[in-house]
């Protein structure tokens, strides 16, 4: 394809890395839907142009058009619109308003992600049974084969989207290809179809159906699923290169599911759609279309992934998620990045609900409401942000949207009793994670009030004139240089160890990949310096090197840590997290035998 830096190989790498889930969402969606009507010519243009419109509306409007246009250092996802709106609004109810909206669609953001990846991947597997002799073939045994696919996806995580969009683009051409081929030669079959691209044939179907028509919509919000992910991995690559690769995909999206429709007309098979559509054309290509459509699935659960490392990535730098080890994986983007611990989190709940739910139909039924209750969201945070730039139109567009989106959330709410629930149940597990987060970080920063610096100072100077003092060097790891961790008066005032030479040692990541520079200010206080670091994402920092360099050869360093310690359970929860986040001291080259962690035993 060229090199990896053009613009045509980096659509080709978002079609591999931003719309594998969307593009693969015509293998489940049609059947979904079909369960609540009946086949008739009316229903089935209805079906059509609800689809082919809410593809328009939510993802072309939504999407690619008004969420795209705002963007933070070229990322995008919920906490972007919510950093945008912070700094229209004036601190107070609205605000506070807003955080916890943000709150929530970062939580069942992650319930989509556990359940996206399951849902593709089982509707793929399951076209094994279409296959002559395979028809009775156990549930089990497609059960296995799922959870072994996803496995394999999780363990290649490790290796960078950046490899994977390339390895993974390619493929994709193919998928998208055989889904605008498939769809014409089906369409060709039954070409009145074309008429359902009228948004009149969806009208009339809500009017005639009326409130029934809503347990339609909540099989209808399957076709953009990934949407938010689609947004959320707008740093991965770049804006460009989705807004052009979606002139690609919407027509072989629309394409598909009118030959989809084409093919129930003809047949009145509403079961595995796409895989029977595809057996009718030719039962010569069902296999190679089904190992296709597999490979094209893990894609659409990279998709996925790639947006959940996004989102959780930027609530670490926001201090709304806690700390957990992040490894870039490209010398290009500072967001092409893997986080450990949510890939295996994430793995764990995939399979659960691989095993629990068991097939793709149940599946569809629960699936839905954790995808519109993150649209709605997003379309309420675009609207303010429009609102308090002054952007009327774009504000007016945004403001409908909520109201499509909220229809689309009441509709899946009729879904809880068949396990909609679910979703629920998983986003709940981040959303106390969070919020406990949240609410333990400032009532620790309200008992352990920072130092300023000016007042640290005059103290300092005190204890040095006063106090012994050990040969050597100390170095204490600081945060912010202005505003002094806790644990430092309590090592040099209350403790009284206090060291010839003192280094307050800072480092800050820049937005570059590489690069290191260094500042050694000496002239702070008798025997106290200050070393700054600013150094690449991806440079690994030698610490005790780059000291060594100055001629600093140290004999201790210090760093603190909280122990919290409550008989309240939500204070309980969040010494829990406390205790497993990893210091970011253990992010860096230091001689273990020279590290002392300082305890601060804090009673909430």
Same mark, same amino acid.
């Given at each position: 394809?060229?090199?990896?830096?053009?613009?045509?190989?980096?659509?080709?790498?978002?079609?591999?890395?931003?719309?594998?889930?969307?593009?693969?969402? =015509?293998?489940?969606?049609?059947?979904?839907?079909?369960?609540?009507?009946?086949?008739?010519?009316?229903?089935?243009?209805?079906?059509?142009? #609800?689809?082919?419109?809410?593809?328009?509306?939510?993802?072309?409007? *939504?999407?690619?058009?008004?969420?795209?246009?705002?963007?933070?250092?070229? @990322?995008?996802?919920?906490?972007?619109?919510?950093?945008?709106?912070?700094?229209?609004?004036?601190?107070?109810?609205?605000?506070?308003?807003?955080?916890?909206?943000?709150?929530?669609?970062?939580?069942?953001?992650?319930?989509?992600?556990?359940?996206?990846?399951?849902?593709?991947?089982?509707?793929?597997?399951?076209?094994?049974?279409?296959?002559?002799?395979?028809?009775?073939? /156990?549930?089990?045994?497609?059960?296995?084969?799922?959870?072994?696919?996803?496995?394999?996806?999780?363990?290649?995580?490790?290796?960078?989207?950046?490899?994977?969009?390339?390895?993974?683009?390619?493929?994709?051409?193919?998928?998208?290809?055989?889904?605008?081929?498939?769809?014409?030669?089906?369409?060709?079959?039954? =070409? *009145?179809?074309?008429?359902?691209?009228?948004?009149?044939?969806?009208?009339?179907?809500?009017?005639?159906?009326?409130?029934?028509?809503?347990?339609?919509?909540?099989?209808?919000?399957?076709?953009?699923?990934?949407?938010?992910?689609?947004?959320?991995?707008?740093?991965?690559?770049?804006?460009?290169?989705?807004?052009?690769?979606?002139?690609?995909?919407?027509?072989?999206?629309?394409?598909?599911? #009118?030959? *989809?429709?084409?093919?129930?007309? *003809?047949?009145?098979?509403?079961?595995?759609?796409?895989?029977?559509?595809?057996?009718?054309?030719? /039962?010569?290509?069902?296999?190679?279309?089904?190992?296709?459509?597999?490979?094209?699935?893990?894609?659409?659960?990279?998709?996925?992934?790639?947006?959940?490392?996004?989102?959780?990535?930027?609530?670490?730098?926001?201090?709304?998620? /806690?700390?957990?080890?992040? @490894?870039?994986?490209? =010398?290009?983007?500072?967001?092409?990045?893997?986080?450990?611990?949510?890939?295996?989190?994430?793995?764990?709940?995939?399979?659960?609900?691989?095993?629990?739910?068991?097939?793709?139909?149940?599946?569809?039924?629960?699936?839905?409401?954790?995808?519109?209750?993150?649209?709605?969201?997003?379309?309420?945070?675009?609207?303010?942000?429009?609102?308090?730039?002054?952007?009327?139109? %774009?504000?007016?567009?945004?403001?409908?949207?909520?109201?499509?989106?909220?229809?689309?959330?009441?509709?899946?709410?009729?879904?809880?009793?068949?396990?909609?629930?679910?979703?629920?149940?998983?986003?709940?597990?981040?959303?106390?994670?969070?919020?406990?987060?949240?609410?333990?970080?400032?009532?620790?920063?309200?008992?352990?009030?920072?130092?300023?610096? @000016?007042?640290?100072?005059?103290?300092?100077?005190?204890?040095?004139?006063?106090?012994?003092?050990?040969?050597?060097?100390?170095?204490?790891?600081?945060?912010?240089?202005?505003?002094?961790?806790?644990? #430092?008066?309590?090592?040099?005032? %209350?403790?009284?160890?206090?060291? $010839?030479?003192?280094?307050?040692?800072?480092?800050?990541?820049?937005?570059?990949?590489?690069?290191?520079?260094?500042?050694?200010?000496?002239?702070?206080?008798?025997?106290?310096?200050?070393?700054?670091?600013?150094?690449?994402?991806?440079?690994?920092?030698?610490?005790?090197?780059?000291?060594? $360099?100055?001629?600093?050869?140290?004999?201790?360093?210090?760093?603190?840590? $909280?122990?919290?310690?409550?008989?309240?359970?939500?204070?309980?929860?969040?010494?829990?997290?406390?205790?497993?986040?990893?210091?970011?001291?253990?992010?860096?080259?230091?001689?273990? @035998?020279?590290?002392?962690?300082?305890?601060?035993?804090?009673?909430?």
């Amino acid at each position: 394809m060229g090199d990896p830096g053009t613009p045509l190989s980096k659509i080709v790498k978002s079609l591999g890395l931003v719309f594998g889930d969307i593009g693969t969402s =015509p293998i489940y969606t049609m059947g979904a839907v079909m369960l609540f009507m009946i086949p008739s010519s009316f229903n089935i243009f209805g079906l059509l142009s #609800l689809v082919t419109w809410t593809l328009l509306i939510v993802i072309s409007v *939504q999407y690619i058009w008004l969420a795209m246009s705002l963007s933070d250092k070229g @990322e995008g996802g919920t906490i972007v619109l919510k950093n945008i709106v912070d700094t229209l609004l004036q601190p107070g109810i609205a605000a506070s308003a807003v955080s916890v909206l943000t709150i929530i669609g970062i939580a069942l953001f992650i319930g989509d992600g556990v359940i996206t990846p399951a849902i593709s991947i089982l509707s793929a597997v399951e076209g094994i049974a279409l296959i002559p002799g395979f028809a009775g073939i /156990p549930r089990f045994t497609l059960l296995l084969i799922a959870a072994v696919i996803a496995i394999g996806l999780f363990l290649f995580q490790k290796r960078g989207t950046d490899r994977i969009a390339w390895t993974f683009g390619p493929v994709m051409v193919v998928w998208f290809a055989v889904l605008a081929l498939s769809g014409i030669i089906s369409i060709i079959a039954a =070409p *009145q179809v074309l008429f359902a691209l009228s948004p009149t044939y969806a009208i009339d179907f809500i009017i005639d159906n009326g409130w029934a028509s809503l347990m339609v919509m909540s099989a209808v919000i399957l076709c953009v699923t990934g949407g938010e992910a689609l947004y959320a991995d707008m740093g991965h690559l770049g804006r460009e290169p989705i807004v052009k690769g979606w002139a690609v995909v919407f027509p072989a999206l629309v394409l598909s599911y #009118l030959g *989809q429709g084409a093919y129930v007309m *003809q047949t009145d098979n509403t079961h595995n759609v796409l895989f029977a559509m595809i057996n009718h054309i030719n /039962p010569l290509l069902l296999v190679p279309f089904l190992i296709l459509s597999i490979c094209a699935t893990v894609i659409a659960s990279q998709a996925m992934i790639s947006g959940m490392f996004s989102i959780m990535y930027q609530g670490m730098m926001k201090k709304i998620i /806690p700390k957990m080890k992040v @490894e870039y994986t490209s =010398p290009e983007l500072r967001s092409q990045i893997y986080i450990d611990a949510v890939n295996w989190m994430l793995l764990f709940g995939v399979l659960l609900v691989i095993f629990e739910f068991q097939s793709s139909e149940n599946l569809s039924a629960a699936y839905g409401l954790a995808v519109s209750g993150s649209m709605m969201i997003s379309a309420i945070l675009m609207t303010i942000i429009f609102f308090k730039r002054d952007q009327k139109i %774009k504000m007016l567009i945004a403001g409908t949207l909520i109201a499509l989106d909220a229809i689309f959330f009441i509709s899946t709410l009729f879904k809880i009793p068949h396990g909609a629930y679910w979703s629920f149940f998983i986003a709940t597990i981040p959303l106390i994670v969070i919020v406990t987060f949240i609410l333990g970080q400032d009532r620790l920063h309200a008992i352990l009030r920072p130092v300023p610096i @000016e007042e640290f100072l005059p103290k300092y100077k005190e204890s040095y004139a006063n106090l012994h003092k050990i040969r050597g060097t100390a170095l204490y790891f600081v945060g912010d240089v202005h505003r002094l961790s806790p644990y #430092l008066p309590q090592v040099i005032f %209350k403790n009284e160890i206090l060291y $010839e030479n003192n280094i307050l040692v800072s480092i800050q990541i820049t937005e570059k990949p590489f690069g290191i520079t260094t500042d050694f200010d000496t002239a702070i206080a008798p025997g106290l310096h200050i070393f700054r670091v600013e150094c690449g994402y991806m440079e690994i920092v030698d610490v005790v090197k780059l000291l060594q $360099e100055k001629g600093i050869d140290e004999k201790t360093i210090f760093y603190g840590i $909280e122990s919290v310690v409550s008989d309240t359970l939500i204070w309980k929860i969040y010494g829990i997290i406390k205790k497993n986040t990893p210091p970011f001291i253990q992010f860096y080259a230091l001689p273990p @035998e020279k590290i002392h962690g300082v305890v601060t035993r804090v009673v909430m």
